[in-house]
């Protein structure tokens, strides 16, 4: 069936790609407010069939009840920890996301860090900005050869380990869920416990869900099983790792260095982690590529336009 033009209403309230506008403003009204507040969402959401976000809206309980005509909830990209899942059920309303978006663009980034923290291109960069050149102090050590640990083997996991080991690395991988064999062997990797791969790799790549389990899984404890040279990234979610224990294992020289994308409080609230000399922080950049979020955009609509035409 043919859809009518204004039928259905849209507000996209965080920035969505070009692409995804283009084809909702194609068969419906589309409101695109990228910076609205979560006071004039209350006000405006009774007008709407559909709102899209992404992380930085927060579809609440309130919001949702306000909806009166709200159908469909779309978040482009993977997290749903900003919407009441529980609240949109009751109402009956469809809660759409696209996991699948930015898996390469989280692993690249992955990879990007790993090689920042082995070369120190960054601190290379903000020596130079300053006028220091740090060729002496600068002594990296290369890729190929060492052991790269994964926590969770899911879409970004695999494909760390697809990119790691055209480098020459090593694979160690823990997951809770049974991985198929032939995976593990593209990848030439062993699954281990999670305590034989923090005690055997000289990287430790974060690749879970945030869940009850996952939560701070990274303590102290664990942080003490880590070789004292190893590097810890995270790339998944900031409470998967005890920021507090974190920022006394590096202080105390526990393990060597870590880079984290991502953070408990978001952005932090205390910069004392981000500031030590062993770190390297970005502000949550993972899916932040033309490509991941023109996907996004893509499959998001897909999934809307095959909703509102039932
Ligand atoms: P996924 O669901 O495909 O994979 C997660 C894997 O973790 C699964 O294989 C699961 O079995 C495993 N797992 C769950 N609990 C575990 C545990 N206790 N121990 C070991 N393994 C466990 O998810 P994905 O798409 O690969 O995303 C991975 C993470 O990356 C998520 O936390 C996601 O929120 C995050 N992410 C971050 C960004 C970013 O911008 N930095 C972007 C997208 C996704």
Same mark, same amino acid.
């Given at each position: ?102 898996? +390469? *663009?989280?692993? !690249?980034?992955? %990879? ?8 120190? @291109?960054?601190?290379?960069? $903000? ?120 920022? +006394? *294992?590096?202080? !105390?020289?526990? %393990? ?8 408990? @409080?978001?952005?932090?609230? $205390? ?40």
């Amino acid at each position: 069936m043919e859809l009518e033009r204004a039928k259905y209403k849209v507000l996209i309230c965080d920035s969505f790609a070009e692409n995804g506008i283009k084809r909702l403003e194609s068969r419906f009204d589309v409101t695109y407010l990228p910076k609205i507040t979560s006071q004039e969402l209350l006000n405006k959401i009774h007008d709407y069939d559909v709102v899209i976000v992404r992380g930085r809206t927060k579809i609440t309980k309130d919001v949702i009840e306000k909806g009166e005509k709200l159908k469909v909830i779309g978040r482009a990209g993977i997290g749903l920890d900003n919407i009441d899942l529980k609240a949109a059920e009751s109402k009956g309303i469809k809660v759409f996301n696209t996991p699948e978006s930015s898996t +390469n *663009a989280v692993a !690249e980034l992955t %990879i990007g860090l790993m090689i920042d923290l082995a070369r120190g @291109i960054s601190k290379g960069d $903000s020596g130079m900005k300053q006028g220091n050149w740090l060729k002496d102090e600068l002594i990296g050590f290369e890729l190929r050869g060492k052991t790269l640990g994964i926590i969770g083997m899911g879409r970004i996991g695999t494909q760390v380990a697809r990119l790691a080991k055209a480098f020459g690395m090593k694979i160690l991988v823990n997951d809770i869920v049974n991985l198929d064999e032939k995976i593990l062997n593209e990848f030439g990797a062993k699954l281990v416990s999670l305590d034989e791969l923090l005690s055997s790799s000289d990287f430790v790549s974060l690749h879970v869900t945030l869940t009850d389990e996952t939560y701070h899984m990274i303590n102290e404890e664990k942080l003490s099983k880590m070789k004292k040279n190893a590097y810890l990234i995270n790339t998944s979610r900031g409470s998967v790792i005890d920021e507090k224990a974190l920022l +006394n *294992a590096l202080k !105390e020289g526990l %393990i060597k260095g870590a880079a984290l994308d991502v953070f408990e @409080i978001e952005p932090p609230v $205390s910069n004392e982690l981000i500031k030590l000399h062993n770190i390297i922080a970005t502000p949550h950049i993972g899916a932040q590529t033309k490509e991941a979020q023109e996907l996004a955009a893509t499959l998001l609509v897909d999934k809307i336009i095959e909703t509102l035409s039932k």
